[in-house]
């Protein structure tokens, strides 16, 4: 049986001025200027056929809670980037090669051990794990950004 723990913190009337005044506050301007520049830099990273994938993120995330979701049947998928199978191959051309392929309906999906192969046609970037890659890249200027929002700017 799980368990749940409620902690409430309760600052003092200094420390939650403090906060306030510095844009540290839960859902304050810091994790808002975070959240939108973790969805602006993660668009040149996420794999793009029409770009919805990308773009859902500024529907699907509250701006300010310091967690990013990328919605969809298909995003998490995308995102660990490994190919689940049984895949029947479709043959759609003359060129002897599968176009696409499916798994019948009903059938038990598994892991195959074979990466994803994404298109870097629209977006060169386009890979899997796109959140730790744009992390790698701009974790400083993420950090800039949020220091300019403690003051003020």
Not at 78 to 97: K, R, T
Not at 128 to 148: C, G, P, T, V, Y
Request: charged fraction near 25%; hydrophobic fraction near 30%; charge should be positive.
């Amino acid at each position: 049986m799980a368990t749940t723990l409620k902690a409430n913190f309760h600052w003092n009337r200094g420390t939650a001025d403090m906060l306030r005044r510095c844009n540290l506050e839960t859902g304050g301007k810091v994790q808002q200027v975070i959240d939108k520049s973790v969805i602006d830099y993660c668009l040149q990273y996420v794999p793009m056929a029409t770009g919805t994938l990308g773009k859902s993120a500024y529907t699907a995330t509250t701006i300010g809670s310091g967690k990013v979701t990328y919605p969809g049947p298909y995003a998490r998928y995308l995102y660990y980037g490994e190919v689940m199978g049984p895949n029947i191959p479709v043959f759609e051309d003359d060129s002897g090669d599968p176009t696409r392929f499916f798994s019948k309906p009903g059938t038990k999906k598994h892991l195959t051990g074979r990466s994803l192969q994404y298109s870097k046609d629209l977006n060169p970037l386009a890979g899997s794990f796109w959140f730790e890659r744009m992390k790698a890249d701009h974790k400083e200027d993420i950090l800039k950004e949020a220091q300019n929002a403690t003051r003020g700017n």
